[in-house]
């Protein structure tokens, strides 16, 4: 850890350093922290173990990144982040390094655990139901967190069969928009619309960015089965026609199921 500091160091020296990491803030490298974090995510969705190694180094950076930075400006070092981090844990988990019971269940812990969340957001002055909710957080995965903080204070439909009925209601309000509103309408409904299907998914106790990407990775892999169907007749996509794309589409989805 003190080489890889060191490292950093250097890199942003403003005599002998390189000139892209110099010339970084805060708001220019944290689009490269947040793909970093998708990284290891793939990289444990598709069970890589090397390059889970390598991507979790990648991340680590990111931090090291933005404490020289801070350090730099005189707001905290990386010590304080560690230190800062370390006494959460230890605060957050009571029933480890406490006197508290181990004797819990997961739920119960969970329950625990959002309640010294909701103080330590109080300690902040954030005492409204949905502050602290981290506006860089993707939109589906914000979206969910909104939800769970308005359900928590009863503000959530009682059942799943609502909020399918919402969801048609919301379809229905984009296709009028569709039909009659401008843009600016059309791309709000979609919003309610993907709002309220987020909220399915939490009822269906679903991760919808983890559902969402399920589905990518399915259309990839069709649609790659597609082209090398296409490929055996001597075509590519480009000189194929719908019709012809489609009926390979449901031979593949066909095979899959069989």
Not at 31 to 52: F, H
Not at 82 to 103: C, I, L, Q, T
Request: net charge negative; charged share 35%.
């Amino acid at each position: 850890m003190p080489r890889l500091l060191e490292i950093m160091r250097r890199l942003r020296d403003p005599e002998s350093g390189c000139p892209w990491d110099i010339e970084q803030d805060f708001s220019t490298v944290a689009p490269y922290t947040i793909e970093e974090a998708y990284e290891v995510a793939d990289a444990i969705e598709r069970q890589s173990w090397d390059e889970l190694r390598s991507e979790l180094g990648d991340l680590l950076f990111q931090s090291v990144f933005h404490a020289q930075m801070a350090e730099e400006k005189g707001l905290f070092s990386f010590n304080d982040i560690a230190d800062g981090m370390s006494d959460k844990m230890v605060a957050r988990h009571p029933h480890v390094f406490g006197n508290e019971s181990r004797e819990k269940s997961p739920e119960q812990q969970t329950r625990d655990w959002e309640q010294i969340k909701a103080q330590e957001r109080a300690a902040k002055a954030e005492n409204r139901t949905l502050d602290g909710v981290a506006l860089g957080l993707p939109a589906l995965m914000r979206a969910v967190k909104l939800q769970k903080r308005a359900a928590r204070v009863g503000f959530d439909w009682p059942s799943t069969d609502q909020v399918i009925a919402k969801i048609i209601e919301e379809a229905e309000e984009l296709v009028e928009a569709r039909a009659h509103i401008g843009q600016d309408a059309i791309e709000e409904e979609f919003g309610d619309l993907l709002f309220v299907v987020a909220n399915l998914a939490r009822h269906l106790k679903i991760d919808p960015e983890a559902a969402l990407r399920s589905a990518n990775a399915k259309f990839t892999r069709r649609f790659a089965a597609v082209e090398d169907a296409l490929s055996e007749r001597g075509k590519r996509p480009e000189h194929s026609s719908l019709e012809e794309m489609d009926a390979l589409w449901d031979a593949v989805k066909l095979q899959e199921k069989s």
